[in-house]
């Protein structure tokens, strides 16, 4: 069955520290991944997207993502976390070709100030 | 501006009425999906349409009808079907190749 899986369902972080969201996916065939942010009381929101090439993409406000196609893995990074960064954060993905999306069940991230 | 709008953004109903979400695009763009949120289950695809006169149904469709009569518009009705109808409704729209642009939501409240 097609899935998208995300492991932390809450994390809290202080500002500064660095952030890894973990996001696997099971799905046959070529893909396209996606992180969105959804901060309090906004839209949803693209926060970088891989479609081919390079697997390591670079996205908005400091983030990063990595597709490692072994492990069926696209992990959301960045490097120091801010305050602003509170946020919930999806990985979808859509088989090429197609116009489906997956969703992972999201991850609310807080940084403490 | 270009983007999706979705109204109302708060919609109280009495149980056994069907109610219908609106949501409206200006991107030209091909795909429209609605979606369901609800707390620690992200988000659930509904319906989703590719083209004019043509739709899908998604993971969760029972309860639910669409219409796609024209390419910017794709309302979404929640029947008297649908057994645990609150929750948040996400309206999204796509081209093929590309990532979703999302509306601001509408929160369904049925008494």
């Known amino acids: 069955a097609q899935s998208v899986s995300q492991h932390n369902h809450h994390v809290i972080l202080s500002e500064a520290a660095s952030l890894e969201l973990g996001c696997n996916y099971s799905?046959?065939?070529?893909?396209?991944l996606f992180w969105y942010v959804q901060y309090p009381g906004q839209h949803l929101q693209l926060l970088l997207k891989?479609?081919?090439?390079?697997?390591l993409v670079k996205g908005i406000k400091g983030f990063e993502a990595e597709f490692i196609k072994s492990k069926f893995s696209f992990n959301l990074r960045k490097p120091s976390v801010q305050w602003s960064d509170t946020a919930e954060y999806f990985c979808?993905?859509?088989?090429?070709?197609?116009?489906?999306?997956?969703f992972g069940t999201g991850t609310r991230l807080k940084v403490l100030a | 501006d270009g983007g999706i709008t979705q109204s109302p953004k708060y919609l109280f109903r009495k149980e056994g009425q069907n109610v219908t979400l609106s949501c409206e695009q200006n991107?030209?763009?091909?795909?429209m999906y609605w979606y369901r949120q609800d707390p620690g289950q992200g988000l659930r695809l509904i319906y989703y349409?590719?083209?004019?006169?043509?739709?899908q149904k998604g993971d969760i469709a029972e309860g639910y009808s669409v219409s796609r009569e024209k390419k910017e518009s794709f309302p979404l009705t929640v029947t008297s079907a649908q057994k645990n109808p609150t929750a948040f409704y996400l309206c999204?729209?796509?081209?093929?190749?590309?990532?979703?642009?999302f509306g601001p939501g509408t929160r369904l409240t049925v008494l």
């Open positions: 999204a729209s796509s081209m093929q190749r590309g990532e979703q642009f």
């Open positions: 799905y046959g065939g070529t893909v396209n």
């Open positions: 891989y479609f081919s090439g390079d697997p």
């Open positions: 979808a993905v859509r088989g090429s070709g197609t116009y489906k999306y997956i």
């Open positions: 991107l030209n763009h091909d795909a």
């Open positions: 349409s590719q083209i004019v006169n043509d739709f």
